[in-house]
């Protein structure tokens, strides 16, 4: 066998990697090894090395994983049978082995996920072609990198095909994740947006108007904006314009990604030299809006690929409506920026003033009449904070004060809580703000944030 690069990913026992690379070097004497130490870092290292390899061939495997003697004598067989149409080789999940003896210590995968293939051909890895990502993504493009190898598998699949093979020589350590994980209901939530991401790599060509109009305001946020981009273009309705608006960012990350947008011709881009706050940024965007309905997606958030499509069949269900919201999935932000669930947060399923004030309840997505939002005059350009802060509960108070409400009983928004953003930050000033509504004096004499941070949550 000639030389092959061999990567192994941290998975859910990285302390693990080292006996893996062990039983690598033992069956395969040309392998090249490379041990990942931490997950964020598995798309950019992967890409890195690949970008300098002549290999035709490299293989993925996880820490706890095993390659005995026989895996050489198997990964010959079906590298000189393989066809031109296979972009490499995945392992049968049902046949997948833990031990020294097939027959004694076979059972079933724990995981509720697939690993990914085992053996990839490099070149198709990073061809690029017909608008897909050369190599694997890198953190900013998908967050989840436990899951890079799955999305460059089902991105691939739109192409080539994978050949399936039973191994009695590679061994997958098949331990559960700890509960604390939840990797059961993670899968189930990113998996459709990794598919629908996958087959959206050609953008539909738009020849009628917009039915939505999606507003993402950013202000140094660059680093969230392919993951929450790359949401919009996974949607199942292709019937909207994005509009992002850049509010002064200062950050290399968002002017990187400002000089290499999308090529999909729904795609706007507004840059404000200046920082001028989140009620601006709305307002400009509802100005420039061409559909009857906007969507607010924040820049380090993103949408159910499906989204679009529930919310504008609500809007069809229900006349004379101002908006249309649903419920949504909340992920904590660790401070290494993992993502943890937290599990589908249920927005009331009526809203009034006065339940919007009391419960202060994030309510996402929300989708507004623009029609009926113009009518208002848009956000409130005198409210407390200058409007960069609780402007959402503001809004949502105003319209529903006057207008109905309609809610979709569907989780079709992620929201991600971190604690740099404007409300983590603030977490004293909600009841300041409630009292500024009621009337009632308050301890600041202006609400206005320095333009020095970060005014976007």
């Known amino acids: 066998m000639t030389a092959m690069l061999v990567f192994i990913l941290p998975g859910l026992y990285p302390h693990l990697s080292e006996n893996t690379a062990a039983s690598v070097k033992r069956t395969l004497i040309y392998a090249f090894t490379i041990v990942i130490p931490s997950e964020e870092e598995t798309g950019a290292i992967m890409n890195d090395a690949l970008a300098r390899t002549n290999d035709p061939w490299f293989m993925t495997l996880f820490a706890g994983d095993a390659l005995l003697p026989q895996a050489r004598i198997e990964m010959e067989r079906w590298l000189t049978t393989n066809s031109d149409r296979s972009a490499g080789y995945m392992i049968n999940q049902g046949a997948i082995t833990n031990g020294t003896s097939a027959a004694k210590n076979r059972r079933a995968s724990t995981s509720p996920m697939p690993r990914g293939p085992v053996l990839w051909r490099t070149k198709y890895v990073m061809d690029g072609q017909n608008g897909q990502t050369s190599g694997f993504a890198a953190k900013d493009q998908l967050p989840f990198q436990k899951y890079v190898l799955i999305d ?33 209901e993670e899968w189930e939530a990113l998996f459709p947006l990794l598919q629908a991401g996958a087959q959206a790599s050609q953008a539909p060509i738009a020849v009628r108007p917009p039915l939505v109009t999606i507003g993402l305001c950013t202000y140094n946020d660059g680093a969230y904006l392919p993951w929450a981009v790359r949401s919009v273009l996974a949607q199942t309705s292709a019937d909207w314009e994005l509009i992002i608006y850049d509010d002064g960012s200062t950050d290399e990350d968002t002017a ?7 090529p999909d011709s729904r795609i706007k881009l507004v840059r404000q030299e200046a920082n001028t706050g989140k009620w601006r940024a709305l307002n400009q965007i509802l100005n420039m809006a061409a559909a009857p309905w906007l969507l607010e997606l924040d820049a380090d958030d993103w949408l159910a690929p499906r989204a679009l499509e529930f919310l504008l069949r609500g809007a069809a269900e229900e006349q004379q409506t101002a908006v249309i919201y649903a419920n949504h999935v909340e992920w904590l932000e660790r401070t290494n920026q993992q993502l943890v669930l937290q599990g589908v947060k249920a927005a009331p399923s009526s809203l009034s003033p006065g339940v919007l004030l009391n419960d202060a309840s994030a ?52 929201r991600r809580l971190r604690r740099s953003s404007m409300t983590h930050r603030h977490p004293g000033h909600y009841m300041l703000w409630k009292n500024s509504l009621l009337g009632k004096p308050h301890a600041l004499e202006n609400g206005h944030q320095s333009k020095g941070q970060n005014t976007h949550e």
């Open 363 to 414: 309510v996402a997505p929300r989708m507004f009449n623009v029609s009926m939002l113009k009518q208002l005059r848009g956000w409130d350009h005198q409210a407390f904070y200058d409007g960069r802060l609780y402007e959402d509960i503001g809004q949502l108070m105003k319209l529903s004060s006057t207008y109905k409400l309609h809610h979709v009983p569907e989780a079709l928004y992620h």
């Open 256 to 262: 990187n990604y400002r000089r290499n947008l999308p």
């Open 152 to 184: 460059k598998q089902l991105q691939l699949s739109t192409r080539y095909e994978w050949t399936e093979v039973d191994s009695e020589g590679i061994l997958y350590d098949q331990r559960a994740a700890p509960a604390w994980m939840k990797q059961t």
